[in-house]
């Protein structure tokens, strides 16, 4: 697709991650090991992200993405590129599939960290990843990152209070980092950005929020979400207009299974009706995400993209049944403002989700045959 489509006209796109090639998790328990160097780590990381490229040209998506190759999970951006944080240990999710099976503890645990002091950029790996796709994406390109909304996940009691007494100070400083960092990706090229923000699974289900880290009323963590994905997406355009900003969310994506439950209800008339995003990409694979009712909430010319296409199971959902789900959704938004996805990426940490690198194409492949049949 030629790279100076509009990203309205753009109906397939994918979340971002992408099932990891065995041999680049060779590759990265070998540097960790220290049998191989840095460059030859990012040698293999460039071989898996040009994979990457091609089978998404191949199955007709029609905006790019690296397929998150050089990360550990999704939420390495504040994990593991901001400065002053600490290693973590916290209570574990618990993580469901869709069949009711909880999987094994080691395939879904991953260290946390939590501000020890003021937070700093003290790695640009959304850089790297921005210098390689503006040369050599064929079309349009987007960078993900974890929203700096999310910011508060970090503060923990005993570790953070010196640093920020107030966890909302982490969380605006946090802020000033990501409209930062994405000026430094505009200088690069990059014109799409998509913000993944999951503080609002916390006022979707009230079990989960129960058993996070700081479990908080809800409207505050609605309130204060919706804020800071606000000033994020203003600041960004201010800097620059020109960059088109999309925001994920989902219910957790780990080894196929997911994290909370709930409709868009609770937070749909601030989130949708204020939050200044060109595209909200929507998880919409099953019942765990409740009706489309919500959607009438979007400001008028935001484009909702509706991830009715699962990444947690290699079963290829029915094409008139996608088409119907479609027709369902334009009558809260209208047909030109939608597009299809798949609800999530298919590996947003190293281990993936259970399916293969050909039935996940199959899958990016669906959601564009799709997307012509029902946009042309």
């Known amino acids: 697709m ?15 991650s992408l099932l ?11 540097h960790k ?19 990457n490229i091609e089978a998404q040209r ?8 690296d397929g998150e190759v050089r990360r550990t999970n999704w939420m390495t951006g504040i994990l593991e590129s901001i400065g002053g944080m600490s290693p973590v240990r916290t209570p574990m999710v618990t993580w469901h599939r869709a069949d009711g099976e909880i999987p094994p503890e080691e395939e879904t645990d991953f260290v946390m960290t939590a501000a020890a002091a003021k937070v700093f950029q003290k790695d640009h790996l959304t850089a790297v990843e921005a210098g390689y796709m503006a040369a050599h994406a064929p079309g349009p390109f987007k960078v993900t990152m974890m929203s700096a909304a999310m910011g508060g996940m970090t503060w923990l009691a005993g570790v953070s209070d010196t640093a920020y007494p107030d966890p909302a100070e982490l969380v605006d400083d946090l802020v000033a980092l990501q ?64 960059v088109t900003v ?14 909370a439950k709930g409709g868009y209800g609770p937070v749909a008339e601030q989130l949708f009706g204020t939050v ?36 947690k199971t290699p079963v290829l959902e029915s094409q008139d049944d996608l088409r119907r789900r479609i027709e369902a959704a334009a009558r809260y938004v209208p047909l030109e403002n939608l597009a299809i996805s798949p609800q999530c990426g298919f590996a947003s ?21 799709t997307a012509a049949r029902v946009w042309g």
Not at 288 to 297: M, Q
């Open 246 to 259: 999309g925001m994920h969310i989902c219910r957790g994506n780990n080894r196929s299974a997911y994290m």
């Open 276 to 311: 200044p995003v060109d595209r909200f990409l929507l998880e919409y694979d099953d019942e765990r995400s409740g009706g489309f009712e919500p959607l009438r909430f979007v400001r008028p010319g935001a484009t909702v993209v509706l991830g009715l296409v699962s990444s």
């Open 179 to 242: 409209v930062a960092e994405v000026a430094e990706l505009a200088a690069l090229g990059t014109r799409w950005v998509q913000l993944d923000s999951l503080s609002y699974n916390q006022v979707f289900d009230d079990e989960f929020r129960a058993a996070t880290l700081n479990p908080m009323d809800p409207n505050v963590i609605l309130a204060a979400s919706v804020a800071a994905d606000t000033a994020i997406v203003n600041g960004i355009k201010a800097a620059n207009p020109d």
């Open 58 to 65: 191949s199955a007709g998506i029609g905006v790019f993405t």
């Open 33 to 51: 090991a220290g049998t191989i160097t840095e460059g030859e780590l990012r040698a293999a990381e460039d071989r898996a992200a040009a994979e």
């Open 2 to 16: 030629a790279a100076d489509n509009h990203p309205r006209d753009i109906h397939a796109e994918h979340v971002g």
């Open 349 to 369: 940490t190293s281990a993936g989700n259970v399916l293969t690198p050909d039935e996940q194409k199959a899958k990016l492949a669906l959601v564009a045959e």
């Open 20 to 30: 990891r090639q065995p041999w680049l998790l060779a590759a990265r328990a070998d």
